[in-house]
């Protein structure tokens, strides 16, 4: 069964033939269980469940550290370009749209994790809009795709007169070593970031990233429990501003 013919609907937890009539049978029915485990730490969705999957590969972002995450990134969300990639249930992304990031894109290539992030973003009622002649949008964006080609979209959207994405957060499975190393080096060259534009990664603790890829400079890794953050700067031999201090152009 080809994932591109068929479509997922959570709400009643079947699959369906894409162009099949609005009354047609299910050609599968599957159990996804959703357990409400997460919650918005702060803005305008602040306190808001989010979902979650049982019995699937995601490790969602625990509370303690996305709000850790935020407190360094501070005030530069507002306002800014964000891409969550291996976005999971969405929580990164959705903790930046309600901390006032104009636009937030979601890039994540498991099927049922796709249709989570859309139910979530639905039940906080997230706007989505998009210009599809410069690719810039506002509100949410969901990508239902691997990591690099959907940040592949990007490039081919991208242009001089672009505002660059200010934050990628990436969050592959810990045991997936090999997707770091190929994203990193893939945002070392990316067109659609700038000087100044912060790349940050979790990890395993005990897993170490490269100091350096292409343009990305590592500047800071904060560990809490077995999860570490690396923070990347784009450019960093140009400017050397702290997060705080950086305001979105």
């Known amino acids: 069964m080809s994932g591109s013919d068929y479509r997922l609907d959570c709400r009643d937890r ?26 918005v730490i702060a803005g305008t969705y602040r306190s808001r469940i989010l979902k979650s999957l049982k019995g699937l590969a995601l490790r969602p972002t625990s509370d303690r550290l996305r709000e ?56 906080l009622g997230a706007a989505v809009f998009q210009n599809t002649k410069t690719g810039e949008g506002a509100g949410a964006t969901v990508l239902g795709a691997d990591a690099l080609r959907g940040l592949e979209k990007f490039i081919a959207k991208h242009t001089a007169a672009s505002r660059p994405f200010d934050f990628v957060f990436l969050d592959p499975p810990y045991a997936a070593t090999e997707e770091y190393a190929r994203v990193l080096r893939f945002l070392g060259a990316a ?42 700067r784009f450019n960093a031999s140009a400017a050397n501003p702290t997060i705080r201090e950086r305001r979105p152009t």
């Open 68 to 123: 850790t995450l935020f407190n360094v990134l501070g005030s530069a969300v507002a306002g800014s370009r964000f891409i969550d990639v291996f976005a999971g249930t969405g929580a990164v992304g959705i903790e930046a749209l309600s901390r006032g990031a104009a636009e937030v894109v979601f890039i994540e290539n498991h099927p049922p994790a796709v249709a989570l992030i859309r139910k979530n973003l639905e039940s």
């Open 191 to 232: 067109p659609f970031l700038a000087a100044g534009s912060v790349v940050i990664a979790e990890h395993h603790k005990k897993f170490d990233l490269p100091a350096r890829a292409g343009s990305l400079t590592c500047f800071r890794i904060l560990k809490q429990g077995d999860a570490a953050l690396s923070f990347y």
């Open 14 to 39: 079947h699959i369906y033939k894409i162009g099949a009539k609005k009354n047609a049978r299910p050609v599968h029915i599957i159990e996804l269980p959703l357990l409400s485990s997460m919650r």
